[in-house]
Nanobody, 124 residues
Framework: QVQLVESGGGLVQAGGSLRLSCAAS????????IGWFRQAPGKEREFVAA????????YYADSVKGRFTISRDNANNTVYLQMNSLKPEDTAVYYC?????????????????WGQGTQVTVSS
């Protein structure tokens, strides 16, 4: 089993920054990537960013390119999502997820394990 624990969410004004963390533990040796997704009230869960387990490759949704940066600390099995220039439309519950298979990095159904989520609220 794999456990994922997110932290770092909160309330911030538009234009501000937050850094989310995702700590992975357990049987992570078969992992291919960690992704971040978000879900706003009344909306479907959407892809935000992903990073391969080696850290060599990163992927971003168009809506966050240039504002968000995903990175990982291999020594601590932790993935970060640095979010800058936040907008009210970034308000959502943010989830990290781990995938073990070869499928797309962009689709939630390709991920096998999920964290509990952390709330990000951006005020205007």
């Amino acid at each position: 089993q794999v456990q994922l624990v997110e932290s770092g969410g909160g309330l911030v004004q538009a234009g501000g920054s937050l850094r989310l963390s995702c700590a992975a533990s357990g049987r992570t040796f078969s992992s291919r990537a960690i992704g971040w997704f978000r879900q706003a009230p009344g909306k479907e869960r959407e892809f935000v960013a992903a990073i391969t387990w080696s850290g060599e490759n990163t992927y971003y949704a168009d809506s966050v390119k240039g504002r968000f940066t995903i990175s990982r600390d291999n020594a601590n099995n932790t993935v970060y999502l640095q979010m800058n220039s936040l907008k009210p439309e970034d308000t959502a519950v943010y989830y990290c997820a781990l995938k073990t298979g070869r499928g797309s990095y962009y689709y939630a159904q390709e991920y096998d394990y999920w964290g509990q989520g952390t709330q990000v609220t951006v005020s205007s």
